[in-house]
Antibody, heavy 117, light 110 residues
Framework: QVHLQESGPGLVRPSETLSLTCTFSDDSMIGHHGTWIRQPPGKGLEWIGFIYYGGSTTYNPSLKSRVTISIDRSRNQFSLKLTSVTAADTAVYYC???????????WGQGLLVSVSP | QSVLTQPPSVSAAPGQKVTISCSGSSSNIGGEYVSWFQQLPPTAPKLLIYENNKRPLGIPDRFSGSKSGTSATLDITGLQPGDEADYYCATWDSSLSNVIFGGGTKLTVL
């Protein structure tokens, strides 16, 4: 059974770093990409980036200068760091599994992160 | 404004068929696979269609996808009240080097 779960703070101060973790079920990510996608309140979906199980990454060019995605296979986790956040980064953040192309087949439940003083 | 264009809303009566379009260009839909997602707020999106026309296990055959040129289509037949949701198309854009989503279509079952 594939299961993903986001965790992290629900409130981040402007200019600080947003740090989230996605914990996945054993062996569910082998051979796949872990993905971060976000959705501002009342708006559409925005892809943030992928990390392959082996560690290679691909990022959204518009966020690339602020994003780092990493993986800790020993803990069954992959993580997102987004630096210098502003109110525009307020969103529900989802992690998902990607076997290929835009086939995001399993998603976490999502975590609302608000950026506010 | 999204690179992929979807109608903001569609509606139909229960039992009827609805079609949701997703229009792009040669750098995205024209050369890449398309996926479709269903989102019943406030829950996470759910994969309905991948690689243009394939359904994951558990997705009923009332949902079907197709692609022609630079446009893709999601058809839903035998509409049910539970189909009321937001629907998003997605693909890779080789010019932008980016996964792109359509702006979303809100389906209302009358």
């Amino acid at each position: 059974q594939v299961h993903l779960q986001e965790s992290g703070p629900g409130l981040v101060r402007p200019s600080e770093t947003l740090s989230l973790t996605c914990t996945f079920s054993d062996d569910s990510m082998i051979g796949h990409h872990g993905t971060w996608i976000r959705q501002p309140p009342g708006k559409g979906l925005e892809w943030i980036g992928f990390i392959y199980y082996g560690g290679s990454t691909t990022y959204n060019p518009s966020l690339k200068s602020r994003v780092t995605i990493s993986i800790d296979r020993s803990r069954n986790q992959f993580s997102l760091k987004l630096t210098s956040v502003t109110a525009a980064d307020t969103a529900v953040y989802y992690c998902a599994r990607r076997p290929g192309s835009t086939r995001f087949d399993y998603w976490g439940q999502g975590l609302l992160v608000s950026v506010s003083p | 404004q999204s690179v992929l264009t979807q109608p903001p809303s569609v509606s139909a009566a229960p039992g009827q068929k609805v079609t949701i379009s997703c229009s792009g260009s040669s750098s995205n839909i024209g050369g890449e696979y398309v996926s479709w997602f269903q989102q019943l707020p406030p829950t996470a999106p759910k994969l309905l269609i991948y690689e243009n026309n394939k359904r994951p296990l558990g997705i009923p055959d009332r949902f079907s996808g197709s692609k022609s040129g630079t446009s893709a289509t999601l058809d839903i037949t035998g509409l049910q009240p539970g189909d009321e949701a937001d629907y998003y198309c997605a693909t890779w854009d080789s010019s932008l080097s980016n996964v792109i989503f359509g702006g979303g279509t809100k389906l209302t079952v009358l």
